[in-house]
């Protein structure tokens, strides 16, 4: 052990392996055997260009793994050993600024500290910031979870999405037991919050989609949606309002990505004084059509910008993930070595036609 | 005592005065001398046909009076007898829907008990449902404040855009002391928003206006304002930037009429995890252009609409008007009498050439 | 149908059968023709003359039954008709004093209009203010809530004990998915917080009880509870501590009845930052011994007195009811005649040797 | 600069002065030149060993000073330079325990990193654990403040007692403008919390001390009580009863020290839904008398144990200092040299006879 492989991005659409060396581990930080990274769509939007990172970049923020080497004061403080599995989280805050002092570190403003896994350069030392590499630098400020050393590491790199959905669709928008939730996008992010919905006793989850995505919606049926949408064939308006006999549903989530007409939707559908959650971005050029904000301040409704995860949704979804209540392995339909990590990415985002994904990890 | 004079709308922009009957009162409900009715700006929008009302009407919802008439059980409930002076809610809710079940009574969906002053038809039984008249009718439902005997009535009629302040500027975004709030529109609900906000301990209030409101804006420096910006002259981002060390603001509230703009300048503004509060309609048929949702996400806003006021923000606001510790006969600009209510209404919505009025009372 | 059967309390332990005349009804209100009415243990303490109450008085606060006569406005207003099957709040709040106005309605003072079903007297017109009788009446300020018609009346009284579950140990507490609560006493509140607790999600169920419980104990774990514990068994602290990995439970509610003891293991049982649910009363002239404040102060505890159930609350237990997913006949143990009232109050509270009861419902 | 004067703690009871070596600085930690250091009721237990330490121990954790070295990192992470005057937060939190990940930090249970000024031993490197010393170690994960460079430093030092009122008496308990609370006590704590809820827009503000208190209780006037009551004299139920209007206070707030008899005052002033907060602490001893937990249950208290103090109210503690708004040079009443250590503590404490302190800062 003196190299790491490791995937490195070195401009738009253009990846190649490395050999990088292994840093030296002192006694606040460690270094992680990657077992397992997941992808998502912002790893593809990293790779198309449309996200900015600092080239030469190893990509991937979500990594599982074992601890490969651990410093005594890191050992204690993380409690965790060599030898452990664990899920890493995709933010390493500052610790210092007024966002992380208050508790909200996944809003950390980096000010001169923070490790943003996949999108730190090579050139920041020791350069091994990305999860598509056999080995993972974690600094002194990143945040472990201990995994069950039973579960695939595959499967366990679905803590992200489905802590996405513990935070976006139940702590945030504090879905009630009994509470009826709309989900827009049935994703990896959708999915998740199907599944977080579903454990906090949700009493009615629908959630909508595109022709394409039947397959998704099915799985979504499977973790415990009770209806499901096609947008392209339903009257949405019509069928959230039967199945609210009118009143509206209390929670709606936007989890899709580019459709600037589900922000609107979202506040159509919302009941009055209900919460609408948005989490998917539209691209930053991309303004809402026929956006009418008095729709906003008649229904007196509460809307959420959703972009992080924290310590605890992670700490849910890993339980969640542990306990097999549910076919995760239905959602995590690809496992696939790094060398092929473009074609991952590119049929994680459906340019391989013929070939259905929902979610995908790298395995060095 | 037999007969209410009473102003009656019955068509847009065409109002007349009437002599009305007085009704019975029983055991449950009273009748009000009225001593003031306070107009806002939804008035202007009702007399010019643009807010819907069954006609013929009474319109008035800020009332203030003497209790002339009231019965045995009704006094026991609101602890009010004859001869005292209250303020009245606008809204006697229906107290049955899911709403005022769960205590927001003031998004109530009027299950066949609602009433909303200045709203209800002559038509609907006992017909006195609107402050501009010399009696008003309290059924029930109804929620009265008494008020220090010493206070004038016109000026008690401030309740109303003050109450809106503390619920809006201050109850909904949780506005703590020490932070920066930006108030988007110096009108009556503005400056209420900045007497609120100073109350409760902001360390910073910032309010925006147009060039011809600098004598509002004077007002709101003398109510505590620190910074006042005029939008037709000075770079309102910028200028806020600066003013907050470039961190943006905790809050931001947007409590302008029709100015759609105002709702992405309160968006852009906010600090990361900041609040912003939409209290201002636009006209039901005006999108926002260039609504960028993206920065709701990236910043993780919580945006808030806000329509109605709560007993408890009324009562602050009623202590505060006690108080005497603000200049408020400078915000009260005219007190008028009944049968010139269109004149009042022309002179609020500034189309009295010559002529600036913040807030307007009808006296009978 | 003239007049209504009815079970007389006249003093303490004193109870008689009449036949009391129906009243008119208006247009504001209703009468129901009871189908069941839930007994509680406040039901005991109140024959026993522990409570209060003004002789002569019917009791009965958890009816169910039939809409028998309703007047229009309030058919309007509940959105029910004659015939409907509804559950009764036990409280028809003022609707004015300060804690009703702020959506407390629960904490209802009482300024000369609450209705608290059961401990009215005959003597406050129309007197049929108690469950244990045919006929009901339903004043202007009740809450109805709709229950599927197929459910049986006896098992739909079950909609309180399971609201008090839903609102003490979910709502107050802000129960999370994924978290430990750790539930003392397994009476009819203490299996409704099983069951809210198992609804929204929580991690780890945890109930305690006595040796004489075991019955009540195995049907906790039939409901979701993952460990039971018997008081005079075992070490409750290090039973607990052991099943929390050392960190101890997010959640303890105290459902016990005159265990002061509970009180402070409650606290003594809660993580750092936790939260104590006290639902459980002692006994006014009870003081807890060893009360140590400080362990309050040093683990920054939250601790919340629940004494009553909101709307919302009611609702989830209800469609709980409905969705027939426990076996809550096992919970109702007994349908008894009102003619027995007498020996179903005993049965309840344990003074029947040889007989064990967990919930009982009288039926005319 | 080679060494640094600091006091040490060797036993109860037994202090000296010694000259300690300074530690190198990396570029993740500082070094503080030491310009004062706040006493509070914590040191003067220390000092009589109620407070377990480990021996040898420089006392104090309430510092204020200038940055006299820092390394780059530390520098860029906390925005601060070479020469800056700050306030020390009293706790360095692990960051990696489930409170700090959850974002109450001060509550870390310490897994292995947890630095807590004035009582980590000497031998624990690199020693300089306290601020009753020339100069004071930074590590990594200390939270600095910047505060005026015109402030006297050792009124600076008041930022600890005035941040504990904000947080305790304000952002704790969400005391709202308008709203009555009582503080209990009169010691730096009372006072810090009269000057937060003044702040924060308290209708009415009373706070309670003995006979002794009079000066601490003429100086909480001067800061904006509105009513002072003495233990010994004044029926304090009947009084804040009447300054009620019978409703009783919103917030009640304990901040004496070994006085359990202010428990049961707490709950017994506190409304109907009220929020009690204890701050104060009893000894570990000590219990409650006649503590009567039904009490909590009738009213639906909300009680708040209080321990530590976070970010933002340690940031509005410091901004209320240098607003220079009310004369904290009449709280803070003793600035003493070092080396009278020992007599500040036994004067704070009123062992010293014929003098009164309130606030006392050593400066080296």
């Given at each position: 052990m003196v190299n790491s492989r490791a995937v490195v991005q070195t401009a738009p659409r253009s990846l190649e392996m490395r050999e990088l060396p292994l840093p030296e581990i002192g006694p606040e930080d460690a270094l992680l055997r990657v077992e397992a990274c997941g992808i998502c769509g912002s790893d593809y939007e990293q790779y198309a260009g449309a996200l900015p990172a600092k080239y030469p970049v190893i990509p991937g923020h979500e990594p599982v793994g074992r601890i490969a080497q651990i410093g005594d004061r890191a050992a204690e403080r993380w409690g965790v050993q060599k030898g452990d599995r664990v899920c890493v989280e995709a933010l390493a805050p500052c610790g210092n600024c007024p966002q992380c002092a208050g508790g909200s570190t996944h809003l950390?403003?980096?000010?001169?500290g923070i490790a943003s896994y996949g999108f730190l350069?090579?050139?920041?030392?020791?350069?091994?910031?990305?999860?598509?590499?056999e080995y993972l630098y974690l600094p002194p400020a990143v945040t472990v979870h201990r995994v069950d050393e039973a579960i695939d590491p595959a499967i366990a790199t679905l803590f992200n999405p489905i802590g996405a959905g513990f935070r976006w669709a139940v702590a945030m928008p504090r879905l009630q037991p009994g509470e009826t939730i709309v989900i827009l996008g049935p994703g990896q992010r959708g999915l998740g919050s199907v599944l977080a919905a579903k454990e906090a006793g949700a009493g009615q989850i629908i959630i909508t989609g595109l022709e394409r995505d039947a397959a998704k919606l099915a799985l979504a049926r499977e973790f415990g949606a009770d209806l499901t949408l096609t947008v392209d064939q339903d009257d949405i308006r019509r069928a959230v309002r039967e199945a609210t006999s009118g009143r509206g549903p209390d929670v709606v989530i936007d989890v899709t990505?580019?459709?600037?007409s589900a922000v609107t939707l979202a506040i159509d559908l919302a009941r009055r004084g209900g919460r609408v959650v948005l989490a998917?971005?539209?691209?930053?050029g991309n303004p809402v059509p026929d956006f009418f904000s008095d729709r906003i301040v008649i229904k007196e409704l509460t809307v959420l910008g959703a972009l992080g995860v924290d310590h605890a949704n992670y700490e849910r979804a890993i339980r969640l993930i542990e306990s097999r209540?549910?076919?995760l392995e239905r959602m995590h339909t690809h496992t696939m070595p790094l060398d092929q990590a473009e074609r991952a990415l590119r049929l994680l985002a459906g340019e391989e036609p013929g070939e259905d994904a929902i979610h995908i990890a790298l395995v060095p």
């Amino acid at each position: 052990m003196v190299n790491s492989r490791a995937v490195v991005q070195t401009a738009p659409r253009s990846l190649e392996m490395r050999e990088l060396p292994l840093p030296e581990i002192g006694p606040e930080d460690a270094l992680l055997r990657v077992e397992a990274c997941g992808i998502c769509g912002s790893d593809y939007e990293q790779y198309a260009g449309a996200l900015p990172a600092k080239y030469p970049v190893i990509p991937g923020h979500e990594p599982v793994g074992r601890i490969a080497q651990i410093g005594d004061r890191a050992a204690e403080r993380w409690g965790v050993q060599k030898g452990d599995r664990v899920c890493v989280e995709a933010l390493a805050p500052c610790g210092n600024c007024p966002q992380c002092a208050g508790g909200s570190t996944h809003l950390c403003s980096g000010r001169g500290g923070i490790a943003s896994y996949g999108f730190l350069s090579l050139d920041d030392p020791p350069g091994l910031w990305g999860g598509y590499a056999e080995y993972l630098y974690l600094p002194p400020a990143v945040t472990v979870h201990r995994v069950d050393e039973a579960i695939d590491p595959a499967i366990a790199t679905l803590f992200n999405p489905i802590g996405a959905g513990f935070r976006w669709a139940v702590a945030m928008p504090r879905l009630q037991p009994g509470e009826t939730i709309v989900i827009l996008g049935p994703g990896q992010r959708g999915l998740g919050s199907v599944l977080a919905a579903k454990e906090a006793g949700a009493g009615q989850i629908i959630i909508t989609g595109l022709e394409r995505d039947a397959a998704k919606l099915a799985l979504a049926r499977e973790f415990g949606a009770d209806l499901t949408l096609t947008v392209d064939q339903d009257d949405i308006r019509r069928a959230v309002r039967e199945a609210t006999s009118g009143r509206g549903p209390d929670v709606v989530i936007d989890v899709t990505s580019y459709a600037t007409s589900a922000v609107t939707l979202a506040i159509d559908l919302a009941r009055r004084g209900g919460r609408v959650v948005l989490a998917g971005t539209k691209g930053l050029g991309n303004p809402v059509p026929d956006f009418f904000s008095d729709r906003i301040v008649i229904k007196e409704l509460t809307v959420l910008g959703a972009l992080g995860v924290d310590h605890a949704n992670y700490e849910r979804a890993i339980r969640l993930i542990e306990s097999r209540k549910y076919p995760l392995e239905r959602m995590h339909t690809h496992t696939m070595p790094l060398d092929q990590a473009e074609r991952a990415l590119r049929l994680l985002a459906g340019e391989e036609p013929g070939e259905d994904a929902i979610h995908i990890a790298l395995v060095p």
